[in-house]
């Protein structure tokens, strides 16, 4: 076996990663124990593959993904030495492939930017729904392309406004010491989902950037708009006007 390619799996769901093996990429079992363990083999690279509630994986459970994380069932947990990139069944292509195949984009988009392929990168991004773009967008400043995450954010922002996006464009911005895009932020969070804590947060960038007295009394007349406050929101009119009324005094 030294002159194979030896890759271990985790399934979540054993028959179709069996049927995918065979029928996608053309390998053939050569051994199986029931519903919980096969070998599979194509030319000199062989694979095991186990159900995750398979005891195989008792010594490995605290490495593995939930269930739940791994798109439609396949993680690689362990590829065992001489593995040819180039020329054996895991190069880039076939991994990219075998991460669409398997809905794990996170790891696509991880490995497209790896590899510098930025514009696939920003397509796959694109596709996802929202819970998973910002963890994506995270990648994309990991591989140090924050110009493209924040690219990203704002044009989800275009098509779908939410709060969570205007939130991690605040906080992009402030690790950044752009003060001025995340007083932005702040304020259109703000008339988003208008909170005590965010109207702190109002106050104390734009005292910074001496812009407070321009802004209060902006802010003031979208607090009296009584229609403009959520149902949920942790402060009352009659609280604002008196945040407001204090400042005034001072």
């Not at 194509?42 to 994380?69: C, M, V």
Request: hydrophobic residues 40%; negative net charge.
């Amino acid at each position: 076996m030294t002159r194979a390619s030896w890759v271990e799996l985790c399934v979540s769901n054993f028959e179709q990663s069996i049927t995918w093996f065979e029928n996608v990429l053309g390998f053939h079992v050569t051994a199986r124990d029931a519903n919980e363990y096969v070998e599979l083999s194509r030319d000199e690279t062989f694979i095991q593959l186990a159900a995750d509630d398979a005891p195989y994986w008792e010594t490995e459970r605290s490495h593995l993904l939930s269930p739940g994380q791994r798109g439609s069932g396949v993680e690689i947990v362990l590829l065992v030495e001489n593995i040819d990139l180039e020329k054996e069944m895991l190069d880039d292509e076939a991994y990219l492939r075998i991460c669409r195949e398997t809905g794990r984009t996170s790891d696509l988009v991880d490995r497209l930017l790896n590899l510098g392929r930025i514009d696939e990168a920003m397509k796959e991004t694109r596709r996802v729904d929202d819970l998973a773009f910002l963890g994506l967008a995270d990648l994309f400043i990991q591989h140090e392309q924050d110009t493209i995450a924040e690219h990203l954010v704002k044009t989800r922002i275009q098509e779908k406004p939410a709060l969570h996006f205007l939130e991690w464009l605040q906080k992009y911005y402030g690790d950044r010491g752009n003060f001025g895009a995340e007083l932005e932020m702040a304020e259109m969070s703000f008339r988003a989902q208008p909170l005590l804590n965010r109207y702190r947060e109002i106050r104390n960038l734009a005292g910074k950037l001496n812009r407070w007295e321009m802004l209060r009394p902006n802010l003031l007349a979208f607090v009296e708009q009584g229609k403009n406050l959520s149902v949920g929101s942790s402060i009352s009119l009659s609280l604002e006007k008196l945040l407001f009324a204090c400042d005034a005094s001072r």
